[in-house]
């Protein structure tokens, strides 16, 4: 497994079967090879490891900079195919979406009463994302979905959760949840530790972090034309020399570290084998090495894309199963809170 930090890599190791991973996106539109080498890697190794796999279809969550979600059911069947293509194995991972179990998110109610309204306007993540969002009001999901993101995390008690650098605030906010829900009403949450990909973050296509809503992306279920195409039209720049310099040469940068990570080499080697070739060789060669590695990925998805009815059961059981261990925590917290 691939974490920043070896001692609970080793630690998970040593006894896969006592911890339980939680995680998820917002289905908003196809994975792609960020996301794979980010997450997606980590939790089918995790997985592999035998530890207990959660990942939530964060439909809920769409809504944060949005009106409405378009097709909200058809994305959460198509992120629920890239996780399926990427490893993910619905036999032995519960795959569920928010919106289908209702003790979830009943939890956030007596979750929000734990957090300040101060709190919730310091998290940078969030002002972050009201910045880019380009709307000239912020919804009160907005402020709130951290604390809602606690009750996805907690609901099945997980103490692991493999995210990117920019999920930490809201760990710290469910951490902060359970800590206070447990000295408020006795000893009912565990504390969750954000399990960081020791992968760089994925540069897209402009140099910039690769990034859906930034056009700048590579599709897990791209077809091999499809990337061809994408990665040919990614900015570089006049230098035939090919070397690996993110700060200079973000571009050229980019490319080089998804053909490391694709060919298991390191991305100043693989400028070296470019030499002075220049940028358009550097793009066939990752070309190549993207289309070969994700070659059984592809063929799955495209296999499990034309069975529109299993994807549905596959939720559809992840639902079900999700719902019984969410109505096990809600009647824990009614108890120690002495509700009805
Ligand atoms: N906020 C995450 C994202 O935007 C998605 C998410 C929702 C999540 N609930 C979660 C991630 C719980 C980890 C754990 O990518």
Redesign the pocket.
Known sequence: MTTTDSTTADRIRRNPGHHRV?????PTGPLHLGHYFGTLQNRVELQRLGVELFV?V?DY?VLTDRDRADNPAEHAENLVLDYLAAGIDPDRATVFA?SAVPALNQLLLPFLSLVSVAELGRNP?VKDEIAHSGRSTVSGLMFT??V??AA??LFCK?DL????Q??IP??ET?RTVARRFNERYGPVFPQPEALLSAAPLLLGTDGGKMSKSRGNAVPLGATEDDTARLLRAATTDADRRISHDPEHRPGVAGLLQLAALCLDRTPEDVAEEIGDRGAAALKRLVTEAVNEYFRPIRARRAELAADRGFLRDVLRNGNERANKVADTTLAEVREAMGTA
């Open positions: 939680l995680t998820g996106d917002r939530v964060a969550q928010h993540t979905y951290p809602h993101q996805d995390i997980a959760v493999p995210v990117g920019d999920q809201h760990l469910t």
